[in-house]
C-alpha cells in the first residue's frame, strides 16, 4: 500500500479539477490549504481557469422591476447575483470575457468597471467631455464599449457618439474616447462618419462584440459592421454576407462565436448563423440552420443574446431560452413569474466567468 499522506491525485489533475469550478466556490475553498489559498492569485492558475471559461459562454440579465439580476450557465442552469458592491444604481452597458461595464443611474459621467465573480471593481476617471453638450442624441454617448483579452493586461473602455454644439443638429464628427485601464487616462479622436446607415438600434447598442483586437457594432440598416481598432485609433467598415445586405424582412444581430466574428439571421421559421471564416479577406460562411416552427409563437420577440458551437440562449419578453445545437432540443431555462414593465431581452448580454482583474 502506498502512503496515505501521499495526495491521490496528481497536482496538475487537482488544478485541472479546480479550474473548472465557478469561481464563487474557488474562493470558498481557499481555506482548505495553503496552496488553494494562492490559487487564485497564481499567475499559472489564473490563465488556466480564464482559457476553460472563455468555452462557457453565459446570459445575464437584469430582472425586470427587481434589483436582482440573473446568470443562466447551460449546464449549472440559473443563479441570482448582484452589483450592490458598487454602491450604486447602476445600468450594464457593455460585457467583455468577465469584465462588465457599468454606468451609474442617478450620476450621468460616472462609469465603472467590475467582475461580479470576484466583486473587484474600479471607477473610471471623468473625461474632460461634457457627454450632455457632446454627444447625439440622448446626452450620452451612442456606443459604449468594453475590450479585455484575458492573455494581456489591462482593458479598454471606449465611448463614441456624433458631435453636436447645444441646439444644433449633429455635424458629421464621430467623437470618439478610450480609457486605457493601464495608463489610466482617456484619449480622443474624432474621425468624419457619416450616419449613412440608419444608425443603431438598442440591440445593436448592447451587442457589441470584441474579437481581432477590435470593438465591432452592426448598423441597423444592414450595410455593414463598424470595428473600431483600438491599436491605431481608426474606424473600418467590414462587409456582410450579400445574402444578409440583400434580403429584406430579416432581423440580424451581431454575435460572437468562439472567438469569431457572427450573425444570427432570423426569418419567420428560421435562424441561420454566420461566422466570419477569414477577417482579412472577410469571408462568411453558414455553420447552420435552425427551425423555428416549434416555437413559431415566440419568434416575433425573440433575441439571440450568446452562442457557441454547441447551444444558442435567446432571450424573449419574459423568457430565456437554449437551443442545444447537437441534440437540436429547445429547453426553457429561466421565466419572469407575473408581470414586467421592461423586456429581459432589453438587458440581456453574453458573459464568461474569469478571474480577470479590474485594477
Same mark, same amino acid.
Given at each position: 500500500?502506498?502512503?496515505?499522506?501521499?495526495?491521490?491525485?496528481?497536482?496538475?489533475?487537482?488544478?485541472q479539477i479546480l479550474a473548472r469550478l465557478p469561481v464563487k466556490s474557488l474562493f470558498r475553498f481557499k481555506s482548505v490549504s495553503k496552496s488553494w489559498h494562492t490559487l487564485p492569485s497564481d499567475t499559472y492558475f489564473i490563465s488556466l481557469f480564464n482559457q476553460l471559461s472563455l468555452k462557457n459562454q453565459t446570459l445575464v440579465a437584469e430582472v425586470p422591476d427587481?434589483?436582482?439580476?440573473?446568470?443562466v450557465d447551460n449546464l449549472r442552469g440559473v443563479s441570482e447575483f448582484s452589483l450592490e458592491f458598487l454602491r450604486d444604481r447602476v445600468m450594464i452597458r457593455a460585457s467583455c470575457n468577465g469584465l462588465l461595464c457599468c454606468a451609474s443611474v442617478p450620476e450621468k459621467g460616472v462609469y465603472y468597471v467590475c467582475n461580479p465573480s470576484t466583486r473587484e471593481f474600479r471607477t473610471l476617471p471623468r473625461s474632460r467631455e461634457r457627454h450632455v453638450t457632446r454627444f447625439y442624441p440622448d446626452g450620452e454617448a451612442t456606443l459604449v464599449g468594453l475590450a479585455c483579452d484575458v492573455g494581456r493586461k489591462g482593458f479598454y473602455v471606449v465611448m463614441a457618439g456624433y458631435h453636436r454644439s447645444f441646439g444644433h443638429r449633429p455635424d458629421g464628427s464621430f467623437v470618439c474616447l478610450v480609457f486605457d485601464s493601464v495608463s489610466n487616462k482617456w484619449r480622443k479622436f474624432v474621425s468624419a462618419l457619416e450616419d449613412d446607415c440608419?444608425?443603431?438600434t438598442h440591440m445593436s447598442k448592447n451587442q457589441v462584440v470584441f474579437v481581432n483586437g477590435?470593438?465591432?457594432?452592426?448598423?441597423? &440598416? =444592414?450595410c455593414y459592421v463598424l470595428?473600431?481598432?483600438l491599436e491605431h485609433d481608426v474606424w473600418r467598415k467590414v462587409s456582410l454576407p450579400d445574402e444578409i445586405r440583400c434580403s429584406g424582412g430579416n432581423r440580424v444581430y451581431l454575435l460572437e462565436l468562439d472567438g469569431f466574428l457572427s450573425v444570427i439571421q432570423l426569418s419567420d421559421v428560421w435562424?441561420?448563423?454566420w461566422k466570419m471564416r477569414d477577417y482579412v479577406s472577410e469571408v462568411w460562411c453558414?455553420?447552420?440552420?435552425?427551425?423555428?416552427?416549434?416555437?413559431? &409563437? =415566440?419568434v416575433p420577440g425573440i433575441f439571440p443574446i450568446c452562442q457557441t458551437g454547441e447551444y444558442v440562449f435567446l432571450a424573449t419578453h419574459k423568457q430565456v431560452l437554449v437551443y442545444q445545437r447537437r441534440s437540436k432540443l429547445w429547453k426553457e431555462m429561466f421565466s419572469v413569474k407575473g408581470s414586467c414593465s421592461l423586456p429581459l431581452w432589453f438587458s440581456a448580454h453574453a458573459f464568461r466567468s474569469t478571474i480577470v482583474p479590474c485594477n
Open positions: 500500500m502506498g502512503n496515505p499522506k501521499d495526495p491521490l491525485f496528481p497536482d496538475e489533475v487537482i488544478l427587481s434589483s436582482a439580476l440573473i446568470s440608419g444608425g443603431f477590435r470593438l465591432h457594432w452592426l448598423m441597423s &440598416g =444592414l470595428a473600431l481598432d435562424m441561420k448563423i453558414v455553420v447552420d440552420s435552425i427551425s423555428l416552427r416549434c416555437i413559431k &409563437g =415566440l
